[in-house]
């Protein structure tokens, strides 16, 4: 595992962009695993900055998304496709119809489950794997838990996950109760991995992480399994 702490959210966010970046300029047509959240939102950022300067072409590239609040549509504004139109997808020239989220709206998330992990089997895997961590330690919306899940599920939201996330709706009543997350096959599977953590409340749950041992109680101790992780942090606020 590698691990650049930086000094700032910043230099969290360039460096995670350039390595994002050089995946794409070494395979044009990567698989990008993307996460939303506000520790990626950064990376988005710089990643627009560059394509705008000719440093990036999405033209080619594919995306699929870790996860998505159940019952929430495109149209929301609290939604994760949402999210990635307005932070990175309206601004850049990756093709729409090659950007996944899973279907917030399906009515059948067993299948579409199943046809989430299909579509990340028939892309040939993911070639870098964005991700951010929860206060509790989750990874997509992978939960701390008494075994870890492989598959894409339906999760049941941690009434600490709804209390971090209500800062970004009206309400706490308004977070959803569930969502679809990629289990942890997926994320595993991926060639590399590229961990974004920032904020100073983050920084005793990734020491654990990294260090501690290997649980299902602490998702993102499992990246001590994958062979190529980079972690990209800064906790100084
Ligand atoms: C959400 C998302 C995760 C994200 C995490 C951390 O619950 N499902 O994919 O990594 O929260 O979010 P933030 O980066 O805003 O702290």
Redesign the pocket.
């Known amino acids: 595992m590698k691990i650049i702490e930086t000094k700032n959210y910043q230099e969290t966010s360039l460096v995670a962009a350039d390595i994002l970046a050089e995946q794409v300029r070494k395979k044009e047509n990567s698989v990008l695993g993307l996460?939303?959240?506000?520790?990626?939102?950064g990376m988005y950022s710089e990643l627009i900055k560059m394509y705008k300067n000719g440093e990036v072409d999405f033209s080619k590239v594919i995306s699929v998304n870790?996860?998505e609040y159940f019952g929430l549509g495109p149209d929301n504004n609290q939604s994760?496709r949402y999210f990635m139109n307005k932070h990175l997808f309206d601004h850049v020239n990756i093709r729409k119809e090659y950007t996944y989220v899973p279907d917030g709206l399906t009515k059948n998330p067993e299948q579409e489950c199943k046809a989430y992990d299909q579509l990340i089997e028939d892309l040939g895997g993911i070639d870098l794997q964005v991700?951010?961590?929860?206060?509790n330690g989750?990874?997509?919306?992978n939960e701390p838990a008494d075994y870890f899940t492989a598959g894409t599920h339906l999760v049941c939201?941690e009434e600490s996950?709804i209390e971090?996330?209500s800062r970004?709706f009206a309400s706490k009543e308004e977070v959803p109760t569930k969502?679809l997350?990629m289990g942890l096959k997926s994320i595993l599977s991926a060639k590399k991995i590229l961990l974004?953590v920032?904020?100073k409340a983050?920084q005793e749950i990734l020491m654990k992480a990294i260090h501690g041992p290997v649980t299902p109680q602490l998702p993102a101790s499992i990246l001590q399994l994958h062979p190529n992780v980079t972690v990209v942090c800064s906790f100084n606020e």
């Open positions: 996460a939303t959240g506000s520790s990626p939102e870790l996860d994760y991700l951010g961590m929860g206060l989750h990874i997509g919306f939201l996950t971090a996330n970004f969502a997350s974004i920032h904020g983050k």
